[in-house]
């Protein structure tokens, strides 16, 4: 496998503040919403129609990668087509940071290079599947992608809450909102990294845990956060995947502003390590209900956390032209976040229905990418 230097850096190459983004969905029965394991005949079927549908590590799974965007819209049109694109070939998908009722057993890892080194580095670590919204934002150069990494870090709590889309695993429920976050966190290299001094900083920090952990390059980082100078972007991963492209239209478009806002910023907040690790499990636990602590380890509910970055990208969401995406988001928060209307939904007609209804969510593609 290639290995990638990050001092090979692709920071500047192309227009700053573009955007690009990730979707792992679940495929399923497309009546019942059970998950099954058909990557690779559905990837070989679309692979000359359609580009950026890629194999994950599970066979159960399919990822979506949108090419360099403007905009949000244009991030959520190309979804959409790609959504489009799988529904057509009869199999059905499912957005939800785990799904609901899969069992480890059931979860086939892909027959691909990669996949099974990770398999073999990880063992049960990887059992369980999860599927992660991952957003990158172009960066005119590496400092100030450093810049925007260690702000970032700030903002991951608020958004892995605003995100949370998993309460059930294994045909239960987790008493967590995402379920993904707490099971990706037994992977290794799957946190929040500390704040960087600079890019040679983050350089000699990939080169050192590269070599401690006996792997290619720092792809195989699964941060919450992290800079991708292969890409020139840094890249947000605390996000689990949504099954309403409006929902990831919400999210896409605050994490874009935040990214934007504090390239801009004078001084750059930080967060301790271990005040960060507990805002993120309360995150994971409590979505949209948590209380997240700021520096002084004091408590603030989500509501307030939200409108004061949501008061603080203001300025920026009509030039990334994401006003009405920044919108819907009371909406996401009303419903209890995607945790919210998933509890809704099995607590009135069970985990059967369940499993239709996001089946049903996830396929609304038609006129997204026109609106």
Known sequence: MAKTRPQDHAFGSGTPFSLGAEEELFLVDPVTGRMVNSSAAVSERLASAMPGIERELHAGMIEFVTGVCSTTREVIGEFAHRRAACLGTGVGLLGSGTHPTATDDEAQISDKERYERIHELLGDAVATPVAGLHVHIGMPDPETAIKVFNAMRVHLPLLQALAANSPFRSGRDTGLASARSVTIGSWP??????????????????????RAADVEDYTWFWWKLRPHPKLGTVEIRALDSQSSLRDTEALVALTHCLA?????????DDLPSELLEEGMFRAARFGVDADLPDANGELHPFADVLAKALDHVQPYAHELHCDRELALIPALVAARGGAGRQREICGLSGIDSLLRELTLATAQTSGIALT
């Not at 290299?189 to 890019?199: E, H, I, K, N, T």
């Not at 934007?260 to 750059?268: E, G, K, L, P, S």
């Open 260 to 268: 934007r806002a504090a390239a801009d910023a004078d001084d750059v």
């Open 189 to 210: 290299r799957s946190g929040v990294p500390r704040a960087m001094q600079g890019f040679d900083d983050f350089c000699s920090t990939a080169e050192l845990l590269t």
